[in-house]
């Protein structure tokens, strides 16, 4: 069970853009350690409007003391140290994703998964990356290395919630079928046989091409039917 876990959060709408973003990934639970913004203040809860509303409201408010509940913690800093800084040696968000599926700790209720996010200006101290069992950091601009706090937590819920199971935007379309793209190929050849090509191999090129774009192609339904249409009119 994955808990967001903000330290010290100064502004309300930082802490209403962050219950949003948690919402828009699928998580839900919430830490506050020492927040020095309220969760009734009027800017967090206009940021936190609709489904992320709840997630602000039922915040669990306490301090550092809370950390040790944690089977795993997650720092997060955006200041890359030496080799002999080990603390400051992060790795990616996707790397970060990917070690924790591999580890089967991002499904098992009963594993408390704990992602650390520092102060909006100063982060984790060195103190606090020390109790972490990894550090991630996310790779920017080197003139410009600091994310707004809920733009970072974006980030790394995003890798998070495509490693828990984001389905493929492109499922929600039926495909062609084989049936579908054969139908397309027959009506291909109609308007092939009645176009002049100079010779018989250039016809059989352009028939060649057509049947491997079709083919390369992931056609929907909508798209095949379009095109069959298309070809019907030519």
Not at 228 to 233: A, P, T, V
Request: charged fraction near 30%; proline fraction near 3%; glycine fraction near 6%.
């Amino acid at each position: 069970m994955l808990s967001i876990i903000l330290i010290e959060t100064e502004h309300a709408q930082n802490l209403g853009a962050v219950c949003r973003v948690i919402a828009n990934f699928g998580f839900e639970k919430l830490i506050l350690i020492n927040p020095k913004c309220s969760t009734d203040d009027i800017d967090a809860l206009i940021r936190a409007k609709h489904e992320a509303l709840p997630i602000l409201k039922n915040a669990k408010i306490t301090d550092f003391s809370v950390l040790d509940e944690f089977d795993y913690l997650i720092g997060t800093t955006a200041r890359n140290g030496s080799p002999y800084n080990l603390q400051r040696s992060p790795m990616t968000p996707e790397e970060m994703a990917q070690l924790l599926e591999e580890e089967g700790l991002l499904k098992d209720p009963k594993i408390n998964v704990g992602l650390l996010i520092g102060r909006e200006g100063h982060g984790l101290f060195n103190e606090e990356l020390k109790k972490c069992d990894y550090v991630v950091t996310i790779p920017t601009h080197y003139k410009y290395v600091t994310m707004n706090v809920s733009h970072a937590v974006a980030v790394l819920l995003y890798e998070l919630y495509k490693k828990k199971g984001m389905k493929k935007i492109q499922d929600r379309f039926l495909k062609a079928s084989a049936k579908e793209k054969e139908i397309i190929l027959k009506n291909l050849d109609l308007v092939l046989a009645k176009t002049d090509f100079g010779t018989e191999q250039r016809k059989e090129t352009q028939r060649l091409v057509w049947k491997r774009m079709i083919g390369k192609a992931v056609l929907t339904k909508r798209e095949a039917f379009a095109l069959i249409g298309f070809l019907k009119k030519l």
